[in-house]
């Protein structure tokens, strides 16, 4: 029986965590992840979860025990933020090397600096080659549900690899939304028990973890982690299916919104996808077919499924919550385009940098951005195809 | 020795075969060979204590002989051997001599 | 109280650190991970931080450890450990596992005095149970003997060598092991390989105390050193009789020494025996002989005094 809470994303996410009940979870705060692990914590006080806490010095540490304890062989989290996320930068690498399936809640924040403690998505796009799963949440629910998950597409057996789950900083994890929680017992029996692969703790089988790897076979490993990226996907449905039958929601690669008989579309992560929405229902009240599509997978990345997806629009833009410097387009831009590619015909793609710092992203913006394909799939001329969009010029 | 393909690798480049290093010998390391004096031996085991490369066989609390498969010469055990009457059991000679 | 136990009976057991490995001729690391792991009763799970004892041991399909074993990264061995030490907690608390497990982590100088640091002090704040092992060779040997904040003064390395207008190393040491101490961990000790009873008996002590433990162990190295390959027990025998590694402990905020040296050495014997000396004996860098020998002696008084303090006051 579904329980309907008023509650914030960090509420949301913790609750799940509480329901998933790991076997050890690192802490250390950062704003705005910090009221997750607060919440977390106070449940390890309370004794209504069986997880060990490792308050840890920093997130490098955090990171780096989670190794430790995930190669132990056990159910292992941590959440994090922008600076924290930037500080265990190098140990990502190592979780995912190891096939080490820790999930980690990442509650999106702008990268320093300057300094910004607000919402945006250069942290969680910076890990994007990290070899981690990327699952991204538009609001409370998605975050709970994706928390949830993330357990069953990481610890699957064909995958072993860790997963981080993305919500917008302050907009969604500060804000109470009207959300839907599972019982206890259906996340637990969902998430079944771990299954271990090499267990450091099974010291009748030693192992070692973590060896040397010369020029003659770092290339088969990566490649063998390569080809486990290629299952991601089937995974990630298969899972959305059962999360189907037992909540009621559904889930995909990405969500379409009105994309079918699209002419124009935005590409969009995150909240702000949730804002765009309504701007689309407004543009097809007036005739218009707009449509948006929301990434859900982002690592790795379902390129065939993006372009067959945007294919037969005729123009799309991509608004990207952080920049990639170098003269180069936004993350999510590059991989759009990169969907894309093979198509003889394809749409025209532009892209505006939005939101960074915490900036609000308006309604106006995304009537600008759909004005603005209007023209160029009427004219097919582009003036600018990247800007930043919603700053004082 | 055949190189495994990508699909042959441990997942994670766990090594799950523990102690696969004596696979490797190092004695072919050595330019010096320590030879072992048994009449000079006072069994106090110090040299198989103090091997960096676990040379020294031991069997039943008793010292025996050395293991050229993995020895390097490093010549530990010689220096550090106590001998009788001022004889040491171990002395280094040169390899292949 | 853990059973004094004698080379015979030592040499019994198996050794849980195999052949093959690919430490330099005479190198003191593997000599002071083959002895600790002999020390110990229980099964033991351990980390070690990147460096040479970590690539030389665990290389492509090789691996010399015959016990379950982590290497992550540099600078986190002991949070490592305290992740695997965290979850054999939660298993156990769950009925999952039964066995009594030690955690000992291994790190180079390098990755406790400097870079490691961080997280060894953390985990030591946390109280894991966990035995952590410093092998101190006194400098970053594996990348070519780079300076490390254990490398001794005056010492000659590849970012700090001794040139016509800086004579080597010019900062002092970091005492980590009384740092460590100052974590109010309940055991931090000093031992050397050539005193093997001494520092079997240590491991063997601390494996006995809940709790985080630390052991700071010299393991001299040839090849940085610039000394012969077989001297690596000599030397750190010497190190010890010159006082310039004193073999103590410290329990509970009580320091013991543990060995006192029948006749104290000068220091000068200890540099005479290594190249990363040898600039030292021109006459010009004299003075720095004498102020070694002088920060030596007064360290030494020091601990004295220490052992003495805590007799009183206990």
Same mark, same amino acid.
């Given at each position: 029986?579904?329980?309907?809470?008023?509650?914030?994303? *960090?509420?949301?996410?913790?609750?799940?965590?509480?329901?998933?009940?790991?076997?050890?979870?690192?802490?250390?705060?950062?704003?705005?992840?910090?009221?997750?692990?607060?919440?977390?914590?106070?449940?390890? +006080?309370?004794?209504?979860?069986?997880?060990?806490?490792?308050?840890?010095? +920093?997130?490098?540490?955090?990171?780096?025990?989670?190794?430790?304890? +995930?190669?132990?062989?056990?159910?292992?989290?941590?959440?994090?933020?922008?600076?924290?996320?930037?500080?265990?930068?190098?140990?990502?690498?190592?979780?995912?090397?190891?096939?080490?399936?820790?999930?980690?809640?990442?509650?999106?924040?702008?990268?320093?600096?300057?300094?910004?403690?607000?919402?945006?998505?250069? /942290?969680?796009?910076?890990?994007?080659?990290?070899?981690?799963?990327?699952?991204?949440?538009?609001?409370?629910?998605?975050?709970?549900?994706?928390?949830?998950?993330?357990?069953?597409?990481?610890?699957?057996?064909?995958?072993?690899?860790?997963?981080?789950?993305?919500?917008?900083?302050? %907009?969604?994890?500060?804000?109470?939304?009207?959300?839907?929680?599972?019982? /206890?017992?259906?996340?637990?029996? @969902?998430?079944?028990?771990?299954? *271990?692969?090499?267990?450091?703790?099974?010291?009748?089988?030693?192992?070692?973890?973590?060896?040397?790897?010369?020029?003659?076979?770092?290339?088969?490993?990566?490649?063998?982690?390569?080809?486990?990226?290629?299952?991601?996907?089937?995974?990630?449905?298969? &899972?959305?299916?059962?999360?189907?039958?037992?909540?009621?929601?559904?889930?995909?690669?990405?969500?379409?919104?009105?994309?079918?008989?699209?002419?124009?579309?935005?590409?969009?992560?995150?909240?702000?996808?949730?804002?765009?929405?309504?701007?689309?229902?407004?543009?097809?009240?007036?005739?218009?077919?707009?449509?948006?599509?929301?990434?859900?997978?982002?690592?790795? @990345?379902?390129?065939?499924? @993006? #372009?067959?997806?945007?294919?037969?629009?005729?123009?799309?833009?991509?608004?990207?919550?952080?920049?990639?410097?170098?003269?180069?387009?936004?993350? &999510?831009?590059?991989? %759009?385009?990169?969907?894309?590619?093979?198509?003889?015909?394809?749409?025209?793609?532009?892209?505006?940098?939005?939101?960074?710092? #915490?900036?609000?992203?308006?309604?106006?913006?995304?009537?600008?951005?759909?004005?603005?394909?209007?023209?160029?799939?009427?004219?097919?001329?582009?003036?600018?195809?990247?800007?930043?969009?919603?700053?004082?010029? | 020795?055949?190189?495994?393909?990508?699909?042959?690798?441990?997942?994670?480049?766990?090594?799950?075969?523990?102690?696969?290093?004596?696979?490797?010998?190092?004695?072919?390391?050595?330019?010096?060979?320590?030879?072992? $004096?048994?009449?000079?031996?006072?069994?106090?085991?110090?040299?198989?204590?103090?091997?960096?490369?676990?040379?020294?066989?031991?069997?039943?609390? $008793?010292?025996?002989?050395?293991?050229?498969?993995?020895?390097?010469?490093?010549?530990?055990?010689?220096?550090?051997?106590?001998?009788?009457?001022?004889?040491?059991?171990?002395?280094?000679?040169?390899?292949?001599? | 109280? !853990?059973?004094?136990?004698?080379?015979?009976?030592?040499?019994?057991?198996?050794?849980?650190?195999?052949?093959?490995?690919?430490?330099?001729?005479?190198?003191?690391?593997?000599?002071?991970?083959?002895?600790?792991?002999?020390?110990?009763?229980?099964?033991?799970?351990?980390?070690?931080?990147?460096?040479?004892?970590?690539?030389?041991?665990?290389?492509?399909?090789?691996?010399?450890?015959?016990?379950?074993?982590?290497?992550?990264?540099?600078?986190?061995?002991?949070?490592?450990?305290?992740?695997?030490?965290?979850?054999?907690? !939660?298993?156990?608390?769950?009925?999952?596992?039964?066995?009594?497990?030690?955690?000992?982590?291994?790190?180079?100088?390098?990755?406790?005095?400097?870079?490691?640091?961080?997280?060894?002090?953390?985990?030591?704040?946390?109280?894991?149970?966990?035995?952590?092992?410093?092998?101190?060779?006194?400098?970053?040997?594996?990348?070519?003997?780079?300076?490390?904040?254990?490398?001794?003064?005056? !010492?000659?390395?590849?970012?700090?060598?001794?040139?016509?207008?800086?004579?080597?190393?010019?900062?002092?040491?970091?005492?980590?092991?009384?740092?460590?101490?100052?974590?109010?961990?309940?055991?931090?000790?000093?031992?050397?390989?050539?005193?093997?009873?001494?520092?079997?008996?240590?491991?063997?002590?601390?494996?006995?105390?809940?709790?985080?433990?630390?052991?700071?162990?010299?393991?001299?190295?040839? =090849?940085?050193?610039?000394?012969?390959?077989?001297? !690596?027990?000599?030397?750190? =025998?010497?190190?010890?009789?010159?006082?310039?590694?004193?073999?103590?402990?410290?329990?509970?905020?009580?320091?013991?020494?543990?060995?006192?040296?029948?006749?104290?050495?000068?220091?000068?014997?200890?540099?005479?025996?290594?190249?990363?000396?040898?600039?030292?004996?021109?006459?010009?860098?004299?003075?720095?002989?004498?102020?070694?020998?002088?920060?030596?002696?007064?360290?030494?008084?020091?601990?004295?005094?220490?052992?003495?303090?805590?007799?009183?006051?206990?």
């Amino acid at each position: 029986m579904a329980k309907i809470v008023a509650i914030t994303g *960090n509420e949301a996410v913790a609750n799940a965590l509480r329901q998933v009940n790991p076997d050890v979870c690192a802490a250390y705060p950062i704003t705005p992840q910090t009221d997750m692990m607060q919440r977390f914590s106070s449940f390890v +006080s309370d004794g209504k979860v069986k997880t060990e806490l490792i308050l840890v010095e +920093s997130e490098h540490s955090a990171m780096s025990s989670c190794v430790g304890a +995930s190669a132990g062989g056990g159910r292992v989290i941590t959440a994090t933020s922008s600076q924290g996320l930037a500080l265990m930068w190098e140990i990502l690498y190592i979780a995912s090397g190891m096939r080490l399936p820790i999930v980690m809640p990442v509650v999106n924040r702008a990268l320093s600096a300057p300094l910004n403690i607000h919402g945006d998505h250069s /942290d969680a796009m910076g890990a994007r080659d990290t070899g981690w799963i990327q699952l991204w949440s538009e609001n409370a629910q998605e975050a709970y549900d994706n928390t949830i998950q993330a357990f069953r597409i990481g610890e699957h057996m064909d995958i072993r690899l860790p997963v981080m789950v993305c919500l917008d900083g302050f %907009i969604i994890s500060h804000s109470i939304e009207r959300i839907s929680c599972l019982e /206890d017992e259906e996340v637990s029996e @969902f998430v079944r028990d771990f299954s *271990n692969l090499i267990p450091l703790l099974d010291i009748g089988r030693p192992v070692s973890y973590g060896p040397l790897i010369l020029p003659d076979y770092y290339m088969e490993f990566r490649r063998a982690q390569a080809e486990v990226s290629t299952k991601v996907s089937k995974v990630v449905l298969d &899972v959305a299916e059962e999360y189907e039958r037992i909540s009621g929601r559904t889930y995909g690669l990405f969500e379409e919104y009105r994309l079918d008989d699209a002419e124009i579309g935005i590409v969009i992560l995150n909240s702000a996808a949730g804002t765009s929405k309504d701007v689309v229902d407004a543009f097809r009240e007036k005739g218009i077919r707009a449509g948006l599509l929301k990434p859900r997978l982002y690592r790795p @990345f379902p390129y065939r499924e @993006f #372009g067959e997806a945007l294919r037969n629009l005729k123009a799309v833009c991509v608004l990207d919550r952080a920049d990639a410097f170098g003269g180069s387009f936004g993350p &999510v831009y590059l991989d %759009i385009a990169t969907s894309l590619y093979p198509y003889k015909e394809r749409p025209v793609l532009i892209n505006k940098i939005f939101g960074l710092g #915490g900036r609000d992203y308006l309604p106006e913006h995304a009537e600008l951005v759909l004005n603005e394909l209007v023209e160029i799939a009427g004219k097919g001329t582009v003036k600018n195809y990247k800007e930043y969009v919603g700053v004082r010029e | 020795m055949k190189l495994r393909n990508w699909k042959e690798v441990t997942p994670g480049a766990v090594i799950t075969e523990a102690g696969s290093s004596v696979k490797f010998k190092t004695g072919s390391w050595r330019s010096f060979k320590p030879i072992w $004096k048994e009449e000079n031996c006072i069994q106090c085991l110090f040299c198989w204590i103090y091997c960096p490369d676990m040379a020294v066989k031991v069997g039943d609390g $008793k010292r025996e002989e050395f293991d050229y498969d993995y020895c390097k010469g490093c010549g530990i055990c010689a220096l550090e051997c106590p001998g009788k009457k001022g004889n040491k059991a171990i002395i280094m000679v040169e390899e292949g001599k | 109280m !853990a059973k004094i136990i004698t080379l015979k009976e030592l040499s019994k057991r198996e050794i849980k650190f195999a052949p093959g490995h690919r430490l330099c001729s005479g190198c003191g690391a593997p000599i002071v991970v083959k002895m600790v792991l002999l020390a110990s009763d229980y099964p033991v799970i351990a980390s070690n931080s990147t460096g040479c004892l970590e690539v030389s041991s665990c290389i492509s399909d090789y691996t010399a450890w015959r016990i379950p074993w982590i290497h992550s990264a540099f600078e986190n061995a002991a949070a490592t450990i305290s992740g695997v030490e965290t979850m054999y907690r !939660a298993l156990k608390k769950q009925g999952k596992i039964d066995k009594e497990i030690k955690f000992i982590a291994f790190g180079g100088d390098g990755g406790t005095y400097d870079i490691g640091f961080q997280s060894l002090s953390g985990a030591m704040e946390r109280w894991h149970d966990m035995l952590y092992i410093c092998y101190d060779n006194g400098a970053y040997m594996n990348t070519g003997i780079q300076r490390s904040s254990a490398t001794p003064f005056g !010492a000659d390395t590849t970012t700090r060598p001794a040139g016509s207008v800086v004579p080597g190393k010019t900062e002092q040491r970091k005492n980590l092991t009384k740092i460590m101490a100052a974590h109010n961990i309940p055991y931090a000790a000093q031992a050397s390989p050539s005193h093997w009873a001494d520092l079997v008996r240590k491991v063997r002590k601390a494996l006995e105390i809940p709790g985080p433990k630390f052991m700071n162990i010299m393991a001299p190295c040839n =090849r940085g050193w610039r000394s012969r390959t077989d001297e !690596a027990i000599a030397l750190s =025998r010497l190190a010890v009789d010159t006082c310039f590694w004193p073999l103590y402990e410290i329990e509970n905020g009580v320091t013991k020494i543990t060995f006192r040296p029948r006749e104290k050495k000068p220091i000068a014997d200890f540099l005479k025996t290594q190249g990363r000396f040898k600039h030292l004996f021109q006459p010009e860098n004299e003075i720095l002989i004498w102020k070694i020998q002088e920060t030596i002696d007064r360290e030494w008084e020091r601990l004295q005094k220490e052992e003495n303090l805590n007799k009183e006051i206990s």
